[in-house]
């Protein structure tokens, strides 16, 4: 039985446009969104048959596997939300996004700097990869990540609440090789609602990584 199943998108295929053609949009989460999934539950069943025959020599091997598909499903299922249609702008008090728009001011100095720094981590991935804004338990701040593949070069306990997929597959048909090209036009579909509730989500959630004895 599956223990992960891929989420419905939150608007039709061509909701994105322009900045995301349909064609993108169903081919990336019907195709390669699909993928993890299916990628995470096999790894899964292939770890308790490694289990069951005492392969512990499979294990590791597996255990990567399973981060790598687990974490694209996770960036994936962030990744819808963080776009709508009638997105782009910046977060702002009188949106009802207030507290989101403090934090980045007083993680990053601006928008604008935050702005800069997230399109250069995503824009700068080498390979494949993420550009990550992400809540950081233990000083209670906004950082950036830059993401290689699903996981790596992260912070553990992070929570991402906005990222940005670099990845050929998310901008190949319509933006070329132009990856900069498609990240800057990213910002006219962001989702600053969704972002804000993750950041409040994750806010709440709170350090409790050094939990005291």
Excluded: C
Excluded at 166 to 173: D, Q, R
Excluded at 175 to 191: E, G, L, P, S, T
Aim: no cysteine; proline share 4%; charged share 20%.
């Amino acid at each position: 039985m599956a223990v992960y199943t891929l989420p419905e998108l939150p608007y039709d295929y061509a909701a994105l446009e322009p900045v995301i053609n349909p064609q993108i949009v169903e081919l990336h989460h019907d195709k390669h969104h699909a993928a993890y999934v299916k990628g995470a539950n096999d790894t899964l069943e292939q770890l308790a048959e490694a289990r069951d025959k005492e392969s512990w020599g499979a294990i590791n091997g597996l255990e990567k596997s399973l981060a790598f598909h687990l974490s694209g499903h996770i960036l994936h299922s962030i990744y819808w939300h963080n776009m709508t249609g009638d997105g782009g702008g910046e977060p702002l008090a009188a949106d009802g996004v207030g507290d989101l728009a403090d934090a980045i001011t007083e993680s990053f100095g601006s928008f604008a700097a935050f702005k800069a720094q997230l399109t250069k981590a995503a824009a700068t991935t080498q390979g494949s990869g993420w550009g990550v804004l992400a809540f950081e338990p233990l000083s209670g701040r906004l950082i950036v990540e830059q993401v290689y593949d699903h996981q790596g070069n992260v912070g553990q306990g992070s929570t991402p609440i906005l990222v940005f997929d670099a990845w050929e597959h998310a901008f190949y048909l319509q933006y070329k090789n132009q990856k900069v090209d498609f990240v800057d036009a990213m910002w006219a579909v962001v989702n600053w609602q969704d972002v804000a509730r993750r950041y409040a989500a994750a806010k709440e959630r709170g350090d409790s990584l050094l939990l005291a004895p």
